[in-house]
């Protein structure tokens, strides 16, 4: 930060709120009533062009009353009640026709250049007001974009909240005409802006990031609001809404809204708050597009804060990229345990907080029955529409014309239809960037359930999205995503097999610190080991790191800990592979009952088609048809919490924790003992939904 800079410091402002000025267009004058009010006498002299008429009509006169002298007629105030008076001679009947046609011409015609002269003034006035309101209100606007242009080394989170900010002030800058009656908002913001440009708030920003991205997010709505205010009244008007009522309405929402944030900051709290934000949605109705349930963003896949900074960065840095021929779609890859979903999941999260996700869309191993790849665009466009509604509205105006394609599984239409048709509609007015992620495109299935999507991604039209339009996408570096996304131009591709090691040696340390910090006999050299064992991979620093804390495998912290970092160097198994043999053995005996029992167990969870708790296991396994299935898989799965979801919490579905599990229990050559294959399971399965049904 420059010195000048540093020097910025301004008494924290009140939010205060500011009472409406009576009128919008000054006194006398309302333009909205058109030129429908009574036309007031004129005075001849003051009226733009009422000089030639008056010369006109005098020049005329002299001609019809030749005893009077040009002077006096040219001294004297004539009107037209004068004229109708005259006593001079008669005049030839047409000579007073022609003068009386310029009698009447001058009624009409100076009264009109009158009101004109009032209407400029009128203008003028509201020119004034403008200037006025751009000069109170903008100023501390300008201000911040110079300021934070300047500023370096904070939290990417922080980086991401002011690029929002500085776009929605950029965007309430532009705007050619600050209706005065969202004067109380102009102020709310000013006032914020005013505060974020204080000295302690700016030397503080990592600090409040939290509570930073939440005002950036009521900003930017501010901002869209603000811009749209013309076109918010012409539906309020076209609906019969009062629009005073309503514009005020919205206004307390937002401002509201500001004084909580700023409120919650003063009292150094940061905790989840519903911030009610003003929409103007329309009668729309788009509950018949195909929406892929339970796609969206899992907050529990977020980074541990502190770690990946180099990456998010690299990635925030790319969203705010102002350059109109910056790539368009950021491909984050490799191989499984990188910890590639949880920097898509943390992205998605910051961006949510600031009101910059347009979607998050993420595929998984155990739903590929539902054919989520056939939803996906239709999803992603829905959370649009839901997020803006200008481009909700284009939506719905396509499907007037064509129903069939909100419910259509194929991928060329809807990205063509329901994704770029409505985004070079509105992409123009909106505020910053808007980012859709879409996350394990290589868990979607075969190579054939993601062809079309490849296609798209890749095609020219992709790289002509709106300039403020960017898709983060993360996989596996497999054959087919590989051969399309690392030859495109609009890709920007980064491998975390790349990532120096030294970055993700220190981010797993500090992960390993934090989940250890409370046993026994774990310090910081412990700590060291795991994190260089680790070689890179995240999951597996994870899955030690619950093998260890774990206390059902009858061993000591210490013993536990010497599992995982003196047998990892297994021959001919990769890391990750010999993870999981080290969890298995402690956690499945190998008598040939125990091994059974996991086996038909994980075959269970790993081809129901739709995952299923605990209580819904059991209950389908009460109706195998081999007596001997028939046993409480909690006795198999309770040993089990390091490597799936819903062994703790009955109410969840079970499922692997991380797809490379269920890579290592299909693949034999990998899991040998632990191999699960799909054997007969479909028929179980089968006769235990019938016997379910019939119950």
Request: charged content about 20%.
């Amino acid at each position: 930060m420059t010195n000048n800079q540093s020097k910025i410091r301004r008494p924290c402002p009140k939010l205060r709120k500011i009472i409406p000025t009576q009128g919008t267009m000054g006194p006398g004058l309302d333009l909205s009533q058109g030129s429908s009010r009574a036309l007031t006498p004129a005075i001849v002299s003051t009226s733009p062009g009422s000089d030639d008429i008056r010369k006109r009509i005098i020049a005329r006169l002299k001609n019809l009353l030749p005893n009077r002298s040009s002077r006096s007629i040219a001294s004297s105030s004539i009107g037209p009640h004068d004229l109708q008076q005259s006593s001079t001679p008669a005049a030839p009947a047409y000579e007073i026709d022609a003068v009386q046609e310029e009698l009447d011409s001058a009624r009409l015609v100076l009264p009109v250049a009158q009101h004109a002269v009032e209407l400029v003034g009128g203008v003028n006035t509201v020119v004034s007001q403008i200037e006025t309101i751009s000069s109170t209100y903008l100023q501390p606007l300008k201000t911040f974009s110079t300021v934070v242009s300047t500023i370096t080394n904070v939290h990417p989170y922080a980086h991401m909240a002011l690029g929002t900010l500085t776009s929605a002030a950029q965007l309430i800058i532009m705007q050619a005409n600050l209706d005065q009656s969202i004067s109380d908002l102009l102020l709310k913001v000013q006032n914020v802006y005013e505060f974020l440009l204080e000295e302690d708030t700016l030397s503080n920003l990592d600090v409040m990031k939290d509570t930073l991205a939440r005002i950036a997010q009521v900003i930017s709505n501010c901002a869209r609001f603000i811009k749209n205010y013309p076109e918010t009244k012409s539906f309020w008007k076209r609906v019969g809404k009062n629009i005073r009522s309503e514009t005020q309405t919205a206004v307390d929402d937002y401002n509201k809204a500001l004084d909580a944030l700023m409120q919650q900051h003063h009292n150094h709290a940061v905790c989840d708050m519903h911030i009610n934000i003003y929409r103007d949605l329309e009668d729309l109705n788009l509950d018949g597009m195909a929406y892929a349930s339970g796609a969206g963003l899992n907050t529990t896949k977020k980074c541990l804060d502190g770690t990946r900074g180099e990456i998010l960065q690299e990635i925030v840095d790319w969203i705010h990229d102002p350059d109109v021929n910056a790539p368009r779609i950021f491909w984050l890859h490799g191989q499984a345990g990188r910890g590639k979903s949880a920097i898509a999941h943390t992205i998605a999260l910051w961006l949510r907080n600031v009101g910059g996700l347009g979607s998050c869309f993420c595929f998984a191993r155990d739903r590929q029955a539902e054919y989520r790849e056939e939803k996906m665009f239709t999803t992603i466009s829905r959370d649009l529409a839901d997020r803006d509604p200008a481009f909700r509205r284009a939506l719905a105006s396509i499907f007037t014309n064509n129903r069939s394609l909100m419910a259509t599984p194929d991928i060329i239409q809807q990205w063509e239809k329901l994704v770029l048709g409505p985004l070079s509609q509105v992409s123009t007015g909106e505020t910053g960037s808007v980012v859709v992620v879409i996350d394990a495109l290589d868990e979607s299935g075969p190579e054939p359930s993601r062809s079309h999507i490849l296609s798209v991604l890749g095609s020219p039209r992709a790289a002509k999205l709106p300039s403020n339009f960017r898709l983060l996408m993360t996989s596996r570096s497999l054959p087919d995503i590989q051969a399309v996304l690392s030859i495109s131009p609009h890709v920007k591709a980064l491998s975390l097999d790349d990532v120096p090691v030294t970055f993700t040696e220190r981010d797993i340390r500090l992960f390993v610190s934090v989940q250890l910090k409370d046993l026994k006999g774990i310090g910081e050299r412990e700590v060291s080991q795991i994190a260089q064992k680790a070689d890179g991979l995240f999951e597996w620093a994870r899955l030690a790191c619950e093998y260890i804390k774990q206390d059902t495998t009858g061993k000591c912290v210490k013993e536990r800990f010497s599992s995982v970092t003196e047998h990892v160097s297994r021959e001919g198994k990769s890391l990750l592979d010999a993870m999981y043999h080290t969890i298995l053995e402690s956690a499945v005996s190998k008598r040939p009952t125990a091994l059974a029992r996991f086996c038909s167990v994980m075959r269970q969870v790993l081809y129901t088609l739709e995952p299923l708790p605990v209580d819904g296991l059991g209950t389908m396994r009460r109706h195998f048809a081999h007596k001997h299935s028939n046993f409480n898989v909690v006795i198999v799965l309770c040993f089990l919490g390091p490597l799936l979801s819903g062994v703790t919490d009955y109410t969840m579905p079970v499922r692997p924790l991380h797809a490379s599990f269920s890579d290592f229990l299909t693949d034999q050559s990998r899991s040998g003992d632990y191999f699960v294959g799909e054997a007969d399971i479909q028929m179980d399965i089968a006769v235990a939904s019938l016997g379910v049904l019939r119950t």
